[in-house]
C-alpha cells in the first residue's frame, strides 16, 4: 500500500484558476513538506511543517497555501494559476529533523 | 546562487561498470548530505546519507565527503540497467530543508 498519497495524479488549469493538491502520509510522521520539479529547475523546496506548524516557507509566492487540517495531512492550494506554475509537485514526510524524507508520486500540474 | 552544484548533468556507462558522480556545495556549514534517486514517473528516493568525512558505503553505492573541499560524490559499482535514473545529491539544512542539486542523468547500457 502507499504510504504517501498524492492526489490527483494529474491536473490540467487554466491561467487565473484555483486549485487544491492532496497529501496524506501513512507513515506516522511529524514533519512534512512540499517541492517542485520543473524542466526549467531541479526539486526545489518550497514549506516544511512540524507538527502541524510552518516551520519554513522558501516561496517567494503568496498564491502558494499549504493547510494542515490533521497530523497527517498537507495540502497545497495555488490561486492564480499562471503557466509558469507548470510542475510536477512533491509531498514529503520525515519522522523528525535531519531524517530521510520520504517522497510522494507526485502531482503533475498543467497551466494553460 | 545555487547552494549545489552536480556534474555530469548526464553520464553513460556500461553494464557492470563504475558510476562517478559529483557534487560541490558553497554552504560551510553544511553537515549534513543525502543522495536520491528518482526514476521515471516516480518521487525520489533516498540512497544514502553522509555527514562525516570520509567513505560510507552501502552495498554497491559508495559515498565520499570532504568538507574541506566542499565535495561530496556518489560511486556506483557493477551498474545494473536498472540504475538508469537520475541521481539528486542534497543539502541538508539544520531545518530539515533539502537543498537539491540539478541532477545527473544516469544510463546503463546493457
Known amino acids: 500500500d502507499p504510504k504517501i498519497i498524492q492526489k490527483p495524479k494529474y491536473l490540467v488549469a487554466v491561467t487565473g484558476s484555483e486549485k487544491i493538491l492532496i497529501c496524506e502520509q501513512y507513515?506516522?510522521?511529524?514533519?512534512m513538506y512540499w517541492y517542485r520539479q520543473s524542466a526549467k529547475k531541479p526539486l526545489e523546496f518550497m514549506f516544511s511543517?512540524?507538527?502541524?506548524?510552518?516551520?519554513d516557507n522558501q516561496t517567494a509566492s503568496s498564491r502558494f497555501q499549504p493547510q494542515s487540517s490533521k497530523k497527517n495531512h498537507l495540502d497545497l492550494q495555488i490561486t492564480a494559476l499562471k503557466p509558469d506554475d507548470s510542475a510536477t509537485y512533491f509531498c514529503?514526510?520525515?519522522?523528525?529533523?535531519?531524517?530521510?524524507?520520504?517522497f510522494g508520486p507526485g502531482t503533475r500540474l498543467t497551466v494553460l | 546562487q545555487q547552494k549545489v552544484q552536480q556534474s555530469p548533468e548526464s553520464l553513460i556507462v556500461p553494464e557492470g561498470g563504475m558510476a562517478s558522480l559529483n557534487c560541490t556545495f558553497s554552504?560551510?556549514?553544511?553537515?549534513y548530505f543525502w543522495w536520491y534517486r528518482q526514476h521515471s514517473g516516480e518521487g525520489p528516493k533516498a540512497l544514502m546519507?553522509?555527514?562525516?568525512?570520509g567513505d560510507k558505503k552501502e552495498g554497491r553505492f559508495t559515498a565520499h565527503l570532504n568538507k574541506a573541499s566542499l565535495h561530496v560524490s556518489l560511486h556506483i559499482k557493477d551498474s545494473q540497467p536498472s540504475d538508469s535514473a537520475l541521481y539528486f545529491c542534497?543539502?541538508?539544512?539544520?531545518?530539515?530543508?533539502?537543498?537539491f542539486g540539478s541532477g545527473t542523468k544516469l544510463t546503463v547500457e546493457p
Open positions: 542534497a543539502d541538508m539544512s539544520n531545518y530539515n530543508v533539502l537543498y
Open positions: 511543517y512540524s507538527y502541524q506548524k510552518l516551520m
Open positions: 546519507s553522509i555527514f562525516s568525512n
Open positions: 554552504d560551510r556549514n553544511s553537515q
Open positions: 507513515l506516522g510522521h511529524n514533519a
Open positions: 514529503a514526510s520525515s519522522q523528525d529533523r535531519q531524517a530521510e524524507q520520504f
